[in-house]
């Protein structure tokens, strides 16, 4: 079964128990006649508050997001994004409740039936009807406790509605991690790294928004500008307005590139099978000064200074059913070949679009891995001890932030711009920042 239709069939599922729970509510509370209209009401505006989505189902209808301003998506977008993420928490909140509910009415059924019987054992006693008293259940009680678990919606979506309104909030540029690499030469020490990540140029994002992302990395004066992938999110026709946005950044020692899986699919020579998709996407990013690299490496210095730089490409094609999935064994023979060519004891960066990738790069020795493809989880539920709790979580080992192993360390970039729908929640665009220090440098974030 294809991701579409498991997503479509989970979006009617909590649409399906959002829309009971607030079914029983106005059943309960309300008069028949009222009610009744209130329900047609709901139905028509739960039917519309999703209509949206069907753009997430169908391509060639994603193609109208073109001709609309991002301003109009997110007044598009913005009441399907809250209601789903209001069925979403209802449905978290509500399962345990119901099912205790379920449990505890099961407890008091078999409790009352065992008392029945002990009681029809005595010859006095009529069996011939339930024994109503002994059952013990206030129904009104329960009704009113049934009813009020649709009450829970309205306050949901109003807490959501309010975190995503502030979630439209300036990119933020994340505090300086001071991250350790073994064998890093003196030379090399305080080389300050900002990184950028699925920016995903098109419909949602164009040149003036990725103009002043491009203003903010050069206010922060990098060494090095990296960009770990998802550049483009749908075509080539927008290759003009992300050459013409990353034209004027600046870093003192370069700015180089991957490609994400976004950057492959938007390529259609991708699809044939017989041609490595992204030939263009690297032309034009080279005409300005990026360097992509695709499985090679580069040198950063020169003799015992030198630090190496390695660019993991997206390993799949478009039309496998793989495509979006991490490619291990893919992956560790392009990180073995590359290594092969590096002399022992180098220090070593990896820009991976997959996070999962640090499964495979830290115990391989490699010094800082910076990837992105999460987008941090873009709709976040709840942060709990710093980890996001998103429909990433689910998907990710590694959702968003810094992670260490081995001695190894793992940034996952939020991202700059949209999967799916302009709605960020919980989860701001992100541009982050390193400075690297040696062994003898004391690691902080």
């Known amino acids: 079964m294809s991701f579409r239709i498991v997503l479509c069939l989970i979006v009617i599922l909590i649409n399906y128990l959002a829309y009971r729970a607030l079914r029983r509510t106005v059943t309960i509370f309300l008069d028949a006649r009222i009610g009744r209209w209130v329900l047609i009401v709901m139905s028509i505006v739960i039917v519309l508050l999703n209509l949206p989505i069907l753009l997430l189902f169908y391509r060639q209808a994603g193609g109208l997001l073109y001709t609309l301003s991002p301003d109009t998506l997110r007044v598009m977008f913005f009441p399907t994004s809250v209601w789903m993420v209001t069925s979403i928490v209802f449905l978290v909140v509500a399962s345990p409740i119901y099912l205790i509910s379920l449990l505890a009415k099961s407890l008091v059924t078999a409790f ?10 005595n010859a006095k006693t009529s069996c011939s009807e339930p024994d109503v008293v002994s059952i013990g259940l206030d129904l009104s009680r329960r009704n009113f406790l049934a ?9 949901i979506l109003a807490v959501t509605g309010y975190k995503a309104y502030s ?38 994002l164009g040149i003036k928004r990725l103009q002043r992302i491009v203003e903010l990395v050069n206010t922060l004066d990098p060494d090095l500008v990296f960009i770990t992938g998802d550049i483009i999110d749908r075509s080539l026709s927008d290759l003009p307005e992300t050459v013409g946005g990353l034209a004027g950044i600046r870093s003192t020692l370069g700015t ?25 996407i690297v032309q ?28 993991l490409d997206w390993l799949s094609q478009p039309g496998d059913r793989r495509f979006y999935s991490y490619r291990q064994p893919e992956t560790r023979s392009q990180l073995n070949h590359m290594l092969e060519q590096i002399e022992p004891g180098t220090p070593t960066i990896l820009l991976a679009h997959h996070p999962d990738t640090f499964e495979d790069s830290a115990p391989l020795g490699i010094g800082l891995t910076l990837a992105g493809h999460s987008h941090g989880g873009q709709v976040v539920l709840a942060n709990i001890d ?59 974030k």
């Open 284 to 311: 034009g990013l080279n005409s300005i000064g990026i360097h992509v690299l695709r499985n090679e490496l580069v040198y950063l210095g020169s003799g015992r200074d030198r630090l190496a730089l390695l660019g």
């Open 256 to 280: 180089y590139a991957i490609l994400g899986n976004h950057d492959i699919s938007s390529d259609p020579y991708s699809r044939s099978g017989e041609f490595r998709g992204g030939v263009n």
């Open 112 to 121: 009352n039936k065992t008392k029945r019987a002990a009681s029809c054992s």
């Open 147 to 155: 009813g009020s678990g649709g009450l829970l919606i309205p306050g």
């Open 386 to 444: 710093g980890v996001p709790i998103s429909i990433a979580t689910s998907r990710f080992r590694y959702v968003s932030g810094l992670y260490q192993a081995n001695g190894s360390s793992l940034y996952v970039n939020r991202g700059i711009g949209y999967l799916g729908v302009p709605i960020r929640i919980n989860c701001p665009p992100e541009i982050s920042r390193f400075k690297l220090v040696g062994n003898s440098s004391e690691t902080r």
């Open 167 to 204: 979630g439209f909030e300036e990119t933020e540029i994340t505090p300086e991690h001071s991250i350790r690499i073994s064998n890093l030469s003196r030379s090399m020490e305080g080389l300050r790294i900002a990184q950028l990540s699925d920016i995903h140029v098109g419909p949602y």
